[in-house]
């Protein structure tokens, strides 16, 4: 007798969860590796980490900030209460980031960028991921009063 596959379903409260756990990995383990390559440069270090930094912040500002607005929005209008555990991103969003790990690995494993130059790369795009995971933990905390206001402020 044929049994048809059971996908993992979970709440929307823990779909956002999922969420803010894998963006803050993506973020974590690219600031990781970031700082990593910076360990090997001991001069100018300032002059390589600024511009990380204040890229990262204007990535944020300008373009993950509502990334992660949409895809928390997108999360909250499911109209099932229970989805599948992977559903916290769109096809679209897998496969840009498919393509986005991909193009990381291959700058590393090629050396077509210098490390100290990727250090900076991964640090700038790290940082953003990192900011916009805490609009999933905040929505996820704050899930039950969020839909009493369904306000779009609050996110």
Not at 97 to 110: C, F, P
Request: a positive charge.
């Amino acid at each position: 007798m044929y049994k048809k596959k059971q996908i993992l379903r979970v709440n929307k409260r823990i779909l956002l969860f999922i969420a803010a756990f894998v963006w803050t990995f993506a973020g974590g383990m690219l600031l990781f590796k970031g700082f990593s390559f910076m360990n090997n440069i001991r001069n100018d270090l300032w002059i390589k980490l600024l511009p990380s930094i204040a890229g990262g912040l204007l990535f944020y500002q300008v373009m993950f900030s509502k990334i992660s607005r949409k895809h928390v929005s997108r999360i909250l209008n499911l109209k099932e209460e229970k989805n599948s555990i992977f559903s916290f991103f769109s096809m679209k969003s897998y496969i840009l980031m498919a393509v986005m790990i991909s193009a990381g690995i291959t700058l590393r494993k090629t050396g077509i960028v210098p490390a100290s130059y990727l250090s900076i790369i991964y640090i700038t795009m790290g940082i953003p991921l990192l900011l916009s995971a805490f609009r999933f933990y905040y929505t996820g905390i704050y899930y039950r009063k969020i839909l009493c206001n369904k306000s779009s402020d609050m996110l």
